[in-house]
């Protein structure tokens, strides 16, 4: 078959020069007398949608209006209504959903930030309840824009529904290794860890070292530590009292390390024990105030507003002066 | 510590104010005698972009291109008579991204007789699903996108009693993430558009009680790059319409002063069209309404006295959100 959306393509023939279409009379773009309405676009463009408006007019469900369909999502693959109308479609003539499947594929690959194919892509894996290309689907799609939303929510979506959790962590490794400041790859390890094994103990300590290996390679890497933190959430002691992750950050302060997350995470430890009743004498509110002072006149001058509201806190939260006010 | 960071560069001769009479023009323009090609591409979003346009000249205290009766009555055409939602444009099926545009439009102009509210109140409540979440439209997608605008449509109407509020609630609370923030479902990926989403939603429902305030605050700082631009992820380019949500988020958290405030204005101001007016995602690229409202809205936020002052829950005039008395929550400082 013909590929007759395509511009390109010079046998295209419009619908009005279709004899299959000479029963439809074409119904142009109408805004209801709006004077907002200017269409000169081009001729296939009006030419498709004029007749796409005729036949959901009609409510007509056929071969013809299902081709009609696959032209008018491929010259706008975003237009919701086309989608929908093509649904019924299928669904009225009991169409072979996998073709459906190679036939979204493909537009997908070319517009994957288009919520319109992400969906009609779900929905066809509900009706066949066949979640076996998606995996393949969505790091095609990955390896392209690791960190496109719409693939993460559909893999997120078929890992969870079909429970294809097996061989996720090695696939979150390898996405690491490409790309160690990957959010995405570091939000799916969350996933997948509280989805299966949850954040036991035992998994709690291979986690922590984990990301510390990783911290180590790169110490300027917001959602690594990001995700450290997510880690102590489950840590019962804390965030300021993980013996492994304690002895991390001060080797890595003596190191003379001074990576603004380094910095961020002693400040909150410090604000823990301090809020605690300070058990650790080590993590003081002057501790606090100078790494405050230190982010904000050098190490992280951007945020310098922010380092200077929070030494503001601290200041009337501990009594201890601050230079804030 | 050579560390490569993903931003802009902004160039020398940035505009100082905001280019109103180039913007006025822009908006008014838009889809009118240019690009006839992308206006028609883009039928499937005329009513949100109708909601943009139109909020940007109120905010610019510019007069809309078409009288008030004209708007209302294009509206009244894309409800949906048996469903009663409305739709991108005539002939497409209702949404409820549009059902909210289409609400904010009328109540922006005092006009909400023009359709069947009851009707949208309907459609709004038979979207909602029993875990709370809401789905946009009859296929049946979940987003915390669609709870916002659920809670934002029936707070204009003053008909929040007509869905269950705590459910709604728990779900968007169950979409928080470890670093504070908040994706489109439960374990998404933390993402500043929807975390607008989801503080705007909990601003109306008046439950921001839930948020981890501190920690979302510093995730939202970090936002901000060395050219003063934000953007919506972390290692992600700068963009005006983040400039918004974040900016949005961080004033309902009451936590707006912890922005570098001039550095963006620059960045902002930066991102105008000086040729064709309009506002661009990043300096230099092609201007559209949809930026060009959250700019003026950001610079609004941000305090510029020359713009009307914009409410962050709704991102529509304040005026008009205290015509209706309706208070959402803001933190204080
Ligand atoms: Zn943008």
């Known amino acids: ?325 | 510590m050579a560390t490569i960071i993903k931003d802009i560069t902004l160039q020398e001769n940035i505009p100082q104010n905001i280019l109103f009479e180039k913007h006025i023009d822009f908006i008014k323009e838009y889809g009118q005698k240019e690009n006839n090609f992308e206006y028609a591409m883009t039928d499937y979003l005329r009513i949100s972009g109708m909601y943009w346009g139109l909020t940007a000249l109120e905010l610019m205290n510019a007069s809309p291109p078409h009288t008030i009766e004209e708007i209302s009555d294009y509206i009244k055409h894309c409800q949906d008579p048996e469903s009663g939602g409305i739709s991108s444009c005539l002939n497409h099926d209702p949404h409820i991204l549009h059902t909210l545009s289409a609400v904010q439009i009328l109540c922006m102009y005092d006009n909400l007789k023009a359709i069947d509210v009851e009707g949208v109140v309907k459609y709004v409540k038979n979207l909602q699903l029993p875990n709370g979440s809401f789905t946009g439209d009859k296929w049946g997608e979940v987003d915390t996108r669609f709870s916002f605008c659920a809670v934002a449509t029936l707070s204009l109407l003053n008909r929040m009693d007509a869905i269950d509020v705590n459910k709604a609630v728990d779900f968007v609370a169950s979409c928080k993430n470890f670093d504070g923030g908040f994706g489109s479902r439960p374990l998404s990926e933390s993402h500043a558009g929807l975390i607008y989403c989801c503080l705007g939603f909990l601003s109306v429902t008046n439950r921001l009680d839930i948020v981890d305030r501190d920690k979302l605050a510093w995730w939202l700082c970090e936002r901000q790059l060395p050219s003063g631009g934000l953007n919506g992820r972390p290692e992600k380019l700068p963009d005006v319409c983040y400039s918004w949500w974040v900016l949005s988020s961080l004033t309902i958290l009451g936590k707006l002063h912890c922005i570098d405030a001039n550095a963006l204005k620059k960045f902002i101001l930066a991102c105008q069209d000086t040729e064709s007016g309009g506002f661009a995602d990043r300096p230099g690229d092609i201007p559209d309404p949809f930026h060009t409202v959250f700019g003026i809205s950001a610079l609004s936020l941000l305090g510029n006295d020359t713009v009307q002052k914009v409410n962050p829950t709704y991102c529509m005039p304040q005026h008009v959100i205290d015509r209706l008395q309706l208070k959402p929550q803001i933190l204080d400082n």
């Open chain 1, 1 to 325: 078959m013909s590929d007759y959306s395509s511009d390109e393509n010079d046998d295209y023939v419009l619908y009005k020069n279709r004899p299959e279409w000479s029963d439809i009379t074409p119904l142009a773009q109408d805004d209801n007398e709006e004077p907002i309405v200017a269409i000169d676009y081009t001729e296939n463009f009006k030419d498709c949608y004029d007749y796409f408006r005729a036949i959901v007019q009609k409510k007509e469900i056929s071969e013809r209006a299902l081709e009609l369909t696959q032209t008018a999502a491929n010259l706008n693959p975003a237009n919701y209504t086309v989608w929908q109308y093509r649904r019924d479609i299928l669904k009225g003539l009991d169409k072979d959903l996998h073709e459906e499947l190679e036939f979204v594929e493909k537009i997908i690959l070319k517009q994957s930030k288009n919520y319109q194919v992400w969906h009609h892509r779900k929905v066809l894996v509900e009706w066949l309840k066949d979640p076996s290309k998606e995996k393949y689907l969505t790091e095609h799609v990955l390896s392209k824009d690791a960190k496109n939303y719409h693939a993460w929510q559909h893999r997120q979506w078929v890992i969870k529904t079909f429970k294809l959790y097996d061989g996720e962590l090695d696939y979150v490794d390898l996405l690491l290794k490409d790309d160690i400041r990957n959010n995405s790859a570091w939000n799916q390890r969350y996933f997948v860890i509280n989805n299966t094994t949850g954040f036991t103990e035992e998994v709690l300590r291979q986690e922590i070292e984990y990301t510390l290996s990783r911290i180590r390679e790169i110490t300027e890497n917001e959602s690594a530590w990001n995700y450290l933190r997510g880690l102590l959430l489950h840590d019962k002691a804390g965030l300021s009292n993980n013996t492994t992750v304690k002895a991390f950050v001060e080797e890595l302060y003596e190191s003379n390390n001074r990576s603004p997350f380094l910095l961020a995470i002693i400040v909150d430890m410090c604000l823990e024990q301090v809020g605690a009743g300070g058990g650790d004498s080590n993590y003081s509110a002057k501790r606090a105030v100078e790494l405050c002072k230190d982010l904000m006149e050098k190490f992280d001058t951007v945020r310098a507003n922010y380092w200077q509201h929070m030494l503001d806190s601290i200041g009337s939260e501990s009594g201890e002066g601050t230079s804030g006010n």
